[in-house]
């Protein structure tokens, strides 16, 4: 009997400690921000600020909004494991894995937006002191780009990021303002849709942007959203001339002349393939 109770123990010996070793893998977990720069430059972006020297034309522009909505935030290691992000829920600005930045603040030229501001993606990963990259998708995925934004629930309930005429969300909204045009626009969505909400969407482009970024410490670096360098193969005192181009800036059609600068700098074509992603826009700091 006694070499019957010894077998017995000794068999519960694996599995407690796989037990623990369970019980240290989830303590190891920790909780990283991923934080969000937006500049002209080396110059702080703010909804107060006047900005010169931009785009082919040299001009200045000016704030009125900036909404991005990002998903999948992964941390890559040295050793090129990859670890997404566990987003925490906080029922304002996360909800599964998809997160909404908010850069504009509501003041000065930003008048007509909203105070409350988000620069930063917070979720868990495994601790570890090697994590020396970063991959995010900007947007949304196509299954749930076309929902009911009012029936939804944050962050996919905020209306200015509902693009109607296209069925679907904005994925990145951002308006300025040049001495030639009083709004310049650069909305990327899902385009060429056509459907509904309750029978289903078909889009021409859906825009899947991916960015990957090397030389990233979620310790000590941010990503920097660099103006400059988005608009950099753009006028932004170019004038509609109503024919071949119909408004000031893009809202991702194929042919607007505009789209090609702007979702370059995604890793875009203008009609939505992936491309080598330029260093001029996202970068890290």
Same mark, same amino acid.
């Given at each position: 009997?006694?070499?019957?109770?010894?077998?017995?123990?000794?068999?519960?010996?694996?599995?407690?400690?796989?037990?623990?070793?369970? /019980?240290?893998? =989830?303590?190891? !977990?920790?909780?990283?921000?991923? @934080?969000?720069?937006?500049? +002209? *430059?080396?110059?702080?972006?703010?909804?107060?600020?006047?900005?010169?020297?931009?785009?082919?034309?040299? /001009?200045?522009? =000016?704030?009125? !909004?900036?909404?991005?909505?990002? @998903?999948?935030?992964?941390? +890559? *290691?040295?050793?090129?494991?990859?670890?997404?992000?566990?987003?925490?829920?906080?029922?304002?600005?996360?909800?599964?894995?998809?997160?909404?930045?908010?850069?504009?603040?509501?003041?000065?030229?930003?008048?007509?937006?909203?105070?409350?501001?988000?620069?930063?993606?917070?979720?868990?990963?495994?601790?570890?002191?090697?994590?020396?990259?970063?991959?995010?998708?900007?947007?949304?995925?196509?299954?749930?780009?076309?929902?009911?934004?009012?029936?939804?629930?944050?962050?996919?309930?905020?209306?200015?990021?509902?693009?109607?005429?296209?069925?679907?969300?904005?994925?990145?909204?951002?308006?300025?303002?040049?001495?030639?045009?009083?709004?310049?626009?650069?909305?990327?969505?899902?385009?060429?849709?056509?459907?509904?909400?309750?029978?289903?969407?078909?889009?021409?482009?859906?825009?899947?942007?991916?960015?990957?970024?090397?030389?990233?410490?979620?310790?000590?670096?941010?990503?920097?959203?660099?103006?400059?360098?988005?608009?950099?193969?753009?006028?932004?005192?170019?004038?509609?001339?109503?024919?071949?181009?119909?408004?000031?800036?893009?809202?991702?059609?194929?042919?607007?002349?505009?789209?090609?600068?702007?979702?370059?700098?995604?890793?875009?074509?203008?009609?939505?393939?992936?491309?080598?992603?330029?260093?001029?826009?996202?970068?890290?700091?």
């Amino acid at each position: 009997m006694n070499a019957v109770r010894k077998l017995a123990s000794w068999a519960l010996v694996p599995a407690l400690l796989l037990l623990q070793g369970c /019980g240290d893998d =989830e303590k190891s !977990d920790k909780t990283y921000t991923v @934080r969000f720069s937006p500049q +002209v *430059r080396q110059e702080a972006l703010t909804c107060g600020g006047s900005y010169p020297d931009i785009g082919t034309s040299r /001009g200045v522009i =000016e704030l009125l !909004d900036f909404k991005m909505y990002l @998903r999948d935030v992964t941390l +890559v *290691r040295a050793n090129g494991e990859r670890h997404a992000l566990k987003l925490a829920q906080d029922g304002t600005w996360q909800r599964d894995a998809i997160a909404l930045l908010d850069f504009e603040d509501g003041t000065g030229t930003c008048a007509t937006g909203s105070p409350e501001v988000r620069r930063e993606v917070v979720g868990t990963a495994p601790e570890h002191d090697d994590y020396t990259g970063l991959e995010f998708k900007v947007g949304l995925p196509p299954e749930k780009n076309h929902l009911d934004a009012e029936a939804e629930r944050a962050p996919l309930n905020v209306a200015p990021m509902w693009w109607s005429w296209q069925g679907g969300y904005k994925f990145v909204a951002l308006d300025v303002r040049s001495r030639a045009n009083e709004s310049f626009y650069f909305h990327m969505g899902a385009s060429g849709c056509r459907g509904s909400v309750p029978d289903g969407f078909t889009c021409a482009a859906d825009n899947q942007a991916t960015i990957t970024l090397a030389g990233f410490d979620p310790e000590a670096n941010q990503v920097v959203l660099d103006l400059a360098g988005l608009y950099s193969e753009l006028d932004v005192n170019r004038v509609p001339d109503g024919t071949t181009d119909m408004m000031p800036g893009c809202m991702s059609g194929a042919t607007d002349p505009e789209c090609p600068g702007f979702l370059s700098q995604f890793g875009l074509t203008a009609d939505g393939r992936p491309k080598a992603l330029p260093t001029t826009f996202f970068r890290v700091r």
